[in-house]
């Protein structure tokens, strides 16, 4: 019961009966790294990270000279807790906030070093036992890339979680340990955008949904096009997280939805932009 009650509050109700969450791609290639993504109305923030002489440099390919204004303390954990000191939230709503973390080199060591950096930290963590939430934060954090699943699921606590795997559904993984589940937009569809979807491509992924949604678990594709069609298809089918580079275009889209009164399928009355890909798939 702790787990299903932490869970409800992890993902509270959202657009069309469930969430629909901006996923802020390699955040950090923004101009302004979280505040960009928090403006938008962005609930997830990407930050790939590298273990470097002891420290998480973030960068998507390994930097040839490290700086400290370009690690995961300063980008991304003590401003999170300066809002937390000062707001008691992270977004201007009273919405549920995730820092994915993708690791980049080895999973074991790069644990280590941020599984120490969280204890700073914690008071705006969320706290996960064995099978259960035991403490709800105003900051979720979850591992995806090279991914330290021994260490995690052995822990008794933790201050972060798993990105699951389509693979990973039904093992029993609750989703206190891997509440996400995340694939490439490719290993569902070979659809850009243009006309109808595959009646099977989309029936398979409706199958993901479905069976992740059985687990309490939210569904995310990676290296999708950019294009509000290919959003409002995915969401109809049941995802729960949408990636994007495009901030201000899937704010506005965003909003549209939950805006009766404007329609969708175009923005502001608009033909729809044309469909562009995914700036860094990966």
Request: hydrophobic share 40%.
């Amino acid at each position: 019961m702790i787990l299903a009650l932490g869970w409800l509050v992890l993902f509270p109700g959202g657009l069309w009966g469930h969430p629909v969450l901006g996923h802020a791609h390699n955040d950090y290639e923004h101009d302004r790294p979280l505040v960009d993504a928090l403006e938008h109305g962005f609930e997830v923030v990407e930050a790939d990270v590298h273990l470097i002489d002891g420290d998480l440099q973030v960068s998507h390919l390994r930097p040839w000279v490290p700086k400290r204004s370009r690690t995961l303390r300063k980008l991304y954990l003590e401003p999170l807790m300066e809002r937390f000191r000062e707001r008691g939230r992270i977004g201007e709503e009273d919405r549920p906030f995730f820092l994915m973390i993708d690791f980049k080199t080895d999973a074991e060591p790069t644990w280590a070093v941020l599984c120490e950096q969280l204890e700073v930290f914690r008071p705006m963590l969320t706290e996960f036992g064995r099978g259960e939430v035991l403490r709800q934060g105003v900051v979720t954090v979850f591992i995806s890339g090279n991914r330290p699943v021994g260490a995690l699921s052995r822990a008794e606590t933790r201050l972060a979680a798993l990105d699951g795997r389509p693979g990973e559904l039904g093992r029993g993984w609750g989703p206190s340990l891997a509440p996400f589940v995340s694939a490439h937009y490719k290993s569902y569809f070979r659809w850009r955008g243009r006309g109808d979807p595959p009646a099977d491509e989309l029936e398979g992924f409706r199958r993901l949904c479905q069976a992740a949604e059985a687990e309490g678990k939210r569904v995310r594709l990676w290296g999708s096009p950019e294009s509000e069609k290919v959003w409002r298809v995915l969401i109809e089918a049941g995802a729960d997280v949408i990636n994007t580079d495009e901030l201000e275009r899937f704010a506005a889209f965003r909003t549209s939805l939950a805006d009766p009164g404007k329609k969708q399928g175009s923005m502001n009355g608009l033909p729809e932009p044309e469909t562009t890909e995914c700036l860094a798939a990966y």
